[in-house]
């Protein structure tokens, strides 16, 4: 079994660390906010108290942090993983991040002779829970090997798309498709009410019909219908509204810089940046909040 250093353990992280735990690997993981780490001790994690203290002795070391600029800081930041690790060590960032700052971190560990893959995942906090994310994978065919057992434990879908940054283009591309059904099932919902039509009722129709999605069954926008829902709880983030604002700002300025238009997701990120301007802390399912906003 390995050692595993594991920097970032909020929502997904937390539960990707503890799934390592329970697979034999002693974790050493780091996170600047006392209730992750407190989560982290109480699934296994053994605690450090610096990015350092988790990598130093490393065979693996996974990421799974907010943005590329957390990513950027934590990797290649002064007294950052690539100072600290040990050579030999493979390191997977899992965040969901720009292309651009997943390349450049591809380079420097490159420059440096250290092994590192893109692993974005997707499938919330329910699959990370489960072990059965699927993971999207950019970097060379010997990284994607020695990364595949670690993924293996936390994945049930691992896919290798391409070289550096490649895993990141594929999980853009489905967030910019999660967010704009998230808006859409929103609408839906909120067009019920004004209606008048029970929402516990076109729950069952849409799950059972055409307009089926995974954002509805997941991030029901209403409270009441789905047990355990965000929307039952207040919208305690399960994936934070800026979050998916985030994805779809990145979704699009790879669509900008490669020529391609898409007015339908740009839509969607004009109404989730007005969410997480006022309400980026609560669950993506609060977008509802919005769209009744702009009724
Ligand atoms: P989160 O905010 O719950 O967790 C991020 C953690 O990183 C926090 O606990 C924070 O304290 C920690 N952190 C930030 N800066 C740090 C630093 N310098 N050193 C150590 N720890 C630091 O976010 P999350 O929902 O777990 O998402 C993490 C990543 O996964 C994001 O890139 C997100 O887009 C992506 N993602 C999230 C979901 C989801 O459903 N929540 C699904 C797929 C992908």
């Not at 450049?104 to 995942?121: C, I, N, Q, T, Y």
């Not at 283009?169 to 004004?194: D, H, R, Y």
């Amino acid at each position: 079994m390995a050692t595993v250093g594991f920097i970032g353990l909020g929502n997904m992280g937390g539960p990707m660390a503890a799934n390592l735990v329970i697979a034999g690997h002693q974790v050493v993981g780091f996170d600047l906010s006392e209730q992750a780490r407190a989560h982290a001790l109480q699934a296994g994690v053994t605690l450090a108290d610096t990015v350092k203290g988790a990598v130093v002795d490393a065979d693996v070391v996974i990421t799974m942090l907010p943005t590329g600029r957390h990513v950027r800081d934590v990797v290649l930041g002064e007294d950052g993983v690539a100072s600290h690790v040990a050579p030999t060590a493979l390191v997977i960032d899992s965040s969901t991040i720009d292309v651009a700052s997943t390349r450049d971190v591809h380079e420097a560990m490159e420059a440096r002779g250290l092994s590192f893959v893109d692993a974005p995942v997707s499938g919330g906090v329910s699959k990370a829970c489960a072990g059965t994310l699927t993971f999207m994978v950019g970097g060379s065919d010997d990284a994607f090997a020695a990364a595949l057992p670690y993924l293996d434990v936390m994945g049930a879908n691992i896919v290798h798309v391409g070289a550096g940054g490649a895993g990141q283009g594929a999980k853009i591309c489905n967030n910019m498709l999660f967010g704009t059904t998230l808006v859409a099932t929103a609408e839906s919902f909120a067009l019920a009410e004004k209606l008048g039509l029970d929402p516990q009722k076109i729950f069952g129709i849409i799950t059972s019909s055409s307009g089926d999605n995974w954002g509805v069954r997941n991030f029901c926008p209403v409270p009441g219908v789905v047990d355990g829902s965000a929307a039952d709880d207040g919208y305690a983030a399960r994936f934070a509204a800026a979050l998916m604002s985030k994805d779809l700002r990145l979704a699009l300025d790879a669509a900008g810089e490669s020529g391609v238009e898409l007015p339908v997701s740009g839509r969607a990120n004009e109404v989730f940046a007005d969410l997480a301007s006022t309400e980026g802390h609560l669950d993506a399912s609060a977008v509802i909040h919005a769209v009744r906003g702009r009724s």
